[in-house]
């Protein structure tokens, strides 16, 4: 999967601001296909594995509190050079450092609560990806015979 593929994850503030769409809207635009979507509620023991990277950093509980306020929308998007062109895609985690046009510029509330999350390498991105989704759920260009 490295290279291809990256995940993301449009978090509770967005969903509740209903930005999804706009923010479906600017993955297509930049030709990601997407593999693999659902819409769900994580628990706090789901949120807490999920994020466990980050369980000895001062913000954790107020990540998995926020993480399991409302529903996410999760997603595999796959084009080549995927994590990095999606990290351009989302901007900087502050949205006042996120570059103008940018996923996280135009839709995040705050740093903490930033609209979306997106993988940080290609080995984090499987990872990810393989927490969310089974590979009966994902469906490749490859897959679609493009």
Not at 14 to 36: C, S, T
Not at 87 to 96: E, Y
Request: glycine letters at 6%; one cysteine or more.
């Amino acid at each position: 999967m490295a290279g291809r593929f990256t995940f993301t994850l449009i978090k509770p503030g967005a969903v509740r601001n209903e930005y999804i769409g706009p923010i479906l809207a600017m993955i297509n635009d930049k030709k990601f296909h997407i593999v693999a979507m659902k819409y769900v509620w994580l628990t706090r023991n789901e949120a807490e594995k999920f994020y466990a990277v980050h369980k000895d950093k001062h913000f954790f509980n107020e990540l998995i509190d926020f993480m399991t306020s409302g529903p996410i929308v999760a997603a595999i998007l796959e084009k080549d050079n995927a994590v990095l062109d999606y990290r351009n895609l989302i901007g900087a985690t502050d949205p006042n450092k996120a570059a103008e046009g940018t996923i996280r510029k135009l839709f995040a509330e705050s740093m903490q609560r930033n609209a979306v999350h997106g993988s940080d390498s290609d080995e984090t991105a499987i990872v990810e990806c393989d927490f969310f989704f089974s590979m009966f759920e994902r469906f490749t260009l490859q897959d679609l015979g493009k």
